[in-house]
């Protein structure tokens, strides 16, 4: 009987040390799915702010140049006030809105709008469908109003003479929004993108009509590959069109695409 009691013991004491053991085994193994699926869900946060603003820029640089081309507003004041408005594409109102450029919804705004606190709590903002409707809504929105008028007449490329034109207009409170304008136009030289598009002077009108830009947003589960098939554009256009480097995508990315109409 004694020994029938030991026996009893010792497979007692070893299970609870598998028991344990297993606990231990699974707490490490959940531990490390908890930190894969972080690490997928947080990827685009492992981004610089510097690559982020590079990748901004090259997904709407085209169509930034494509309104300078329509209205005369540099695209360098364009992209420079779409960073600087929409947090790099990250900001509240990005994010939420489409609404790339803070503008207000204002008396003659007939579209969805959203409420947030700017200047006075609760105030009211332009939703968009997508970023470029938002773009496209900024040129009208400073070609159209009389108090910006001033500004066409200066030349495409005299960025400092728009960002302190936009300052003393009232675009924004911020006593330094010229400042921080020129400070992004220069440290990402987006002057280059108010030189003329030799390529562009080459299309014809007919040829011009026939393509629009669209943007893609990244989803799970979307590849170069499901991309290129969902637009019927070859692979290699979609990387050179987005200068994607090593073929790498992440989700939320916003990839800018020329079709055919």
Not at 137 to 160: G, M, V
Not at 180 to 201: A, G, H, Q, T, W
Request: proline residues 2%; positive net charge; glycine residues 6%.
């Amino acid at each position: 009987s004694e020994l029938m009691i030991v026996l009893i013991i010792s497979l007692t004491i070893n299970s609870c040390g598998l028991l344990k053991n297993n606990k231990q085994y699974k707490s490490k193994k959940n531990q490390k799915s908890i930190k894969q699926s972080m690490v997928i869900e947080n990827e685009d946060q492992k981004i610089t702010s510097f690559d982020r603003a590079e990748l901004y820029i090259k997904t709407y640089s085209s169509v930034a140049k494509s309104e300078m081309n329509k209205y005369g507003i540099p695209a360098s004041i364009t992209l420079a006030q779409g960073l600087l408005e929409s947090g790099i594409g990250i900001g509240y109102l990005a994010k939420n809105a489409n609404n790339h450029f803070g503008i207000k919804c204002h008396k003659n705004w007939k579209g969805d709008r959203i409420y947030y606190d700017d200047d006075e709590k609760g105030e009211c903002f332009r939703v968009y469908i997508n970023p470029l409707e938002s773009y496209y809504d900024h040129s009208i929105f400073l070609k159209n109003r009389t108090r910006y008028a001033f500004l066409f007449e200066l030349k495409s490329n005299d960025y400092k003479g728009w960002a302190k034109g936009l300052k003393k207009a009232g675009y924004a409170t911020d006593p330094k929004y010229s400042i921080k304008l020129i400070n992004l136009i220069e440290r990402y030289n987006l002057s280059r993108f108010d030189k003329p598009s030799v390529r562009r002077s080459n299309l014809t009108k007919d040829e011009k009509k026939n393509f629009r830009l669209i943007i893609h947003q990244v989803e799970k589960g979307d590849t170069l590959f499901s991309i290129s098939r969902k637009y019927n554009i070859d692979i290699k256009d979609l990387i050179d069109q987005n200068n994607i480097r090593n073929e790498t995508i992440y989700i939320g990315q916003n990839i800018s695409i020329r079709v055919k109409e």
